[in-house]
């Protein structure tokens, strides 16, 4: 079990009722020795009420009353049209916020939380994709340099944002402006699982994939990809494609040079407790390439699901910023990812290449 005697426990508060509210709640009940919600705040009684008998954690029906138990910060897990009032009366009230994403809803919404933050506002986004145990193991090759100089990528992984947002950093992209073009197709496909759990019939459904093209001042490209029915489906899986001066990456396979005369085949491998035979308990313990740990779980032996080491992670760097840390993920960045998929958006309906252009929050 990896533990620190000097951990810090930290505490947070919940604004939001929905299927991400309960994402924070999962990741503290499993971890109850790093986390603790001090409450949740819920507009609805009936959600207030199936929230308290489900988590055992105390409701409120307002923002204000969170100011008594003082948590460390407060998460904002609402819809996104409510966000950036919610965010507003948040860090009203003092609080450091994690927002949920998106961001903002538009680019004057992003700018109004932009103007927040540099007026003083502690305000960080909840962006996790990155923070995904093999996706951390995937950048951390590519940061040791394995591939060489990276020039692409194709990411198909998460939607909108959040794949801009892998995108970028596989790339090693921050603010630089791109020419976009994209394109949006219909298929058709059986139906898979949904959050309620797998089908219940047979049953065929049009399914949207959009594909956009992403070229970068600087000469890096980058393909983004993504199926509406991905997610959970069991015919259509994530895939990442990156290409370096030295080597490829194709999802957990590498091809990469010893030396320049000696081509190796390596693979990332996953090392997880709770197979055949072993009494360990059902965990992942790390990624690892080539005997090197790319990723080590620092949560084992919490029985979480990789999205949900991720979340765990969001709330560990979140309450290390509240104490002067690093950013976990700045509004300029989120706001960057949500300008892009807009962008890119807007490339569908002209049917025509776009260019953007340097926004407020790319410039100090």
């Not at 994402?23 to 009936?46: C, D, G, N, Q, S």
């Not at 994690?98 to 109004?112: K, M």
């Not at 939380?113 to 950048?139: D, F, N, T």
């Not at 759990?197 to 994939?209: Q, S, T």
Request: aromatic letters at 8%.
């Amino acid at each position: 079990m990896t533990t620190n005697p000097d951990a810090h426990h930290t505490t947070f508060a919940i604004v939001g009722g929905g299927f991400r509210a309960e994402a924070f709640l999962r990741v503290a009940a499993a971890l109850p020795e790093r986390f603790r919600v001090t409450a949740i705040v819920a507009r609805r009684p009936e959600a207030r009420e199936a929230l308290r008998e489900r988590w055992s954690v105390e409701t409120l029906d307002t923002v204000d009353e969170l100011r008594r138990d003082k948590p460390e910060f407060v998460v904002a897990a609402v819809s996104a049209g409510a966000s950036t009032e919610v965010v507003q009366e948040l860090t009203g009230e003092g609080h450091a916020v994690l927002t949920e994403t998106p961001v903002a809803p538009d680019v004057p919404s992003c700018l109004a939380l932009l103007h927040a933050v540099r007026e003083g506002a502690r305000i960080q986004v909840a962006e996790q994709y990155h923070l995904e145990p093999l996706i951390s193991a995937q950048l951390e090759l590519v940061r040791r340099g394995i591939l060489g100089e990276v020039s692409e990528a194709s990411v198909s992984i998460a939607h909108d944002y959040h794949g801009m947002s892998v995108l970028r950093r596989f790339l090693g992209v921050e603010f630089q402006n791109a020419r976009i073009t994209a394109r949006r197709f219909t298929e058709r496909l059986q139906d898979g699982p949904s959050r309620q759990g797998d089908p219940d019939e047979d049953r065929v459904v049009d399914g949207i994939r959009t594909t956009a093209w992403l070229e970068f001042d600087g000469g890096r490209h980058g393909t983004y990809e993504f199926h509406d029915q991905q997610y959970r489906s069991w015919i259509r899986t994530p895939s990442l494609l990156v290409r370096g001066s030295r080597g490829e990456l194709r999802d957990e396979t590498v091809r990469h040079l010893a030396d320049a005369f000696t081509p190796v085949n390596s693979r990332i491998e996953r090392i997880a407790a709770g197979g055949a035979g072993n009494h360990e308990g059902d965990f992942l313990r790390s990624y690892s390439f080539e005997g090197d740990i790319l990723y080590d779980n620092p949560f084992r032996p919490a029985r979480l699901a990789d999205d949900e080491l991720s979340i765990a992670a969001l709330l560990e760097r979140m309450s290390a910023y509240t104490r002067g840390g690093p950013d976990v993920y700045s509004v300029a960045e989120a706001c960057q990812d949500q300008y892009l998929q807009l962008e890119m958006r807007r490339a569908i309906e002209r049917a025509s290449t776009v260019t953007t252009a340097t926004q407020p929050w790319a410039r100090p």
